[in-house]
């Protein structure tokens, strides 16, 4: 089974300042990605970035980028220049693989808060 | 495309009534997942379909709780006698390769 856990219940920024959120999890899984999903308030789950754990390289979306460190079972989400439209629950989410492909193990979220 | 649908969107019934969700995913989308989300919580798997086929079930998922995905497309989740402790966002995602698209969710209160 697959744990996730995300140690920062709440996180505030100033706009144009950089973020950065912590995640940790425990697979048995070999092969698997690695997700960070955003759900602004009464608003649906969008993907923020995604990783795949084969790849040493760090994975990059625009202002959003990830550090991932495949022996520690860490999987930390940078935000830089934040925006107001950045508020949001963040959660980190590894997938499963073989007869389970694709479920996500979700951690219990962090709020980011973007102050002007 | 318009992204994965749910229906309806919000509903309020009374304890030991049943309730029937909807969810639609994105056409083509041969896998379809089920989570719930508890208020200030991240969202927890239920159970997951690759096209008709129901292929894994939580634990979660009580005798109370049924899902179907007649012909592979649309999905329905039935919860029976529902009580209190059910009133949660169901959430529909559904994927063709790794990432999941997810829809609005349903909010169930149970009075």
């Known amino acids: 089974a697959q744990t996730v856990t995300q140690s920062q219940p709440e996180m505030s920024v100033q706009e144009a300042e950089t973020v950065t959120l912590s995640c940790t999890y425990d697979t048995s899984e070999s092969d698997y990605y690695l997700f960070w999903y955003k759900q602004p308030p009464s608003r649906q789950m969008i993907l923020v970035i995604r990783q795949e754990a084969y790849k040493q390289q760090n994975a990059t979306e625009n202002r959003f980028s990830v550090n991932f460190q495949k022996a520690a079972k860490s999987f930390s989400l940078k935000i830089s220049d934040s925006q107001l439209g950045d508020a949001a629950m963040y959660f980190c989410a590894p997938n499963a693989g073989g007869t389970s492909y694709g479920k996500l193990t979700f951690g219990q979220g962090t709020i980011l808060t973007v102050h002007p | 495309d318009t992204g994965v649908s749910q229906d309806p969107r919000h509903k309020i019934t009374k304890r030991g009534q049943n309730v029937t969700f909807r969810c639609d995913p994105i056409?083509?989308?041969?896998?379809l997942y089920w989570y719930r989300q508890t208020l200030g919580q991240g969202p927890e798997f239920l159970t997951y379909f690759q096209n008709e086929a129901q292929l894994e079930k939580s634990r979660l998922l009580s005798d109370r709780f049924s899902a179907e995905r007649p012909k592979g497309s649309f999905s329905t989740l039935e919860i029976q006698r529902t009580e209190q402790g059910d009133s949660a966002m169901y959430l529909c995602?559904?994927?063709?390769?790794?990432?999941?698209?997810f829809g609005p969710g349903t909010r169930l209160t149970v009075l």
């Open positions: 056409s083509e989308h041969n896998r």
């Open positions: 995602a559904s994927s063709s390769g790794v990432e999941q698209f």
